[in-house]
């Protein structure tokens, strides 16, 4: 359905193992990313771009650990990768780079822990 993923509950409950179960069984690989304060929206534009690339999934563990300033572009990266992912293009506009390459097996993952 190419709407990527949210999984919220308390820590320990398996929710990016979960995550991890499924590319492995698809053979995709998985990145997971442990996500604190110091991550910036540059930072992931690089990791969005390599992600698109290769068309594998990742997983951002504890993505409520990073600033709401910096939440809010994070936000909208991961919406135009998943417009293009539903549209099915090969390339696609990202943040200023023409033509960046789309793998449309890549799927962005968020897991949160309450509190």
Not at 33 to 60: E, R
Not at 67 to 86: F, G, H, R, T, Y
Request: aromatic fraction near 10%; include cysteine; hydrophobic fraction near 40%.
């Amino acid at each position: 359905m190419n709407y990527g993923g949210g999984p919220e509950g308390p820590a320990g409950t398996g929710k990016t193992e979960s995550v991890k179960d499924l590319a492995k069984a698809l053979a995709i690989q998985c990145v997971v990313m442990n996500c604190s304060s110091s991550v910036d929206h540059i930072a992931m534009c690089k990791f969005f771009k390599g992600l698109c690339g290769t068309g594998a999934w990742c997983t951002f563990d504890e993505f409520n650990r990073i600033l709401v300033e910096v939440l809010s572009v994070i936000a909208m990266q991961i919406n135009e990768i998943m417009d293009a992912v539903k549209s099915k293009k090969s390339t696609f506009t990202f943040f200023g780079y023409e033509d960046t390459k789309i793998i449309t097996t890549c799927f962005i993952a968020i897991t949160m822990n309450p509190g």
